[in-house]
C-alpha cells in the first residue's frame, strides 16, 4: 500500500502591508476551499479524484515537486448576462490541497484529465514498487 500523507494548506498566514499613512496592518488573503477527494490503489497506480467545481482547465494547476503532488484551481462562476450573483453557498474562489506521496510514485507518466468539475489523477507505480507475486517451488 502506498504511504500517503494529506496535508491541507487551508490557512494563508498573515502578512503585513503599509497603508496609506506608512501604518502597518496585517492583511488577511482569503481561505482555500479544500476539495473533498476519493483514493484507490491497485498494483499498478493510485487514482485521485477530487471534487473541483468551477474550475476550468485553464485555471487548474496540478504540480509534482519533491515527492509532493499539489492541486490548485480558481473557480469562475460565468453568469449569464444581465444576471449578479446575490448569495452562493460555496464560500471561496479557489481550491487547494497538497499530497506527500514519496518515491513510489512514477512522476514522469502522471495523467491528469478535468471533466465537468472532477479532476481525475492516474498516478503510476514505478516498477520496483509494485507488489509481485513470488512463485514456490515444492
Do not use: C
Amino acid at each position: 500500500m502506498t504511504n500517503l500523507k494529506f496535508t491541507s494548506n487551508t490557512k494563508t498566514p498573515a502578512r503585513s502591508e503599509k497603508d496609506s499613512s506608512g501604518d502597518t496592518r496585517p492583511v488577511r488573503r482569503e481561505q482555500a476551499l479544500v476539495p473533498p477527494v476519493d483514493i484507490r490503489e491497485n498494483n499498478e497506480m493510485v487514482l485521485l479524484v477530487a471534487d473541483m467545481p468551477g474550475v476550468s482547465p485553464e485555471t487548474l494547476k496540478v504540480e509534482w515537486a519533491h515527492e509532493r503532488l499539489t492541486i490548485e484551481g480558481t473557480i469562475s462562476a460565468d453568469l449569464p448576462e444581465n444576471m449578479i450573483s446575490v448569495d452562493a453557498d460555496l464560500r471561496g474562489s479557489h481550491y487547494q490541497r497538497q499530497f506527500k506521496l514519496g518515491q513510489e510514485i512514477d512522476s514522469e507518466k502522471i495523467k491528469a484529465e478535468l471533466k465537468n468539475g472532477v479532476l481525475t489523477l492516474a498516478l503510476p507505480k514505478r516498477g520496483d514498487h509494485r507488489v509481485r507475486q513470488i512463485p514456490v517451488s515444492a
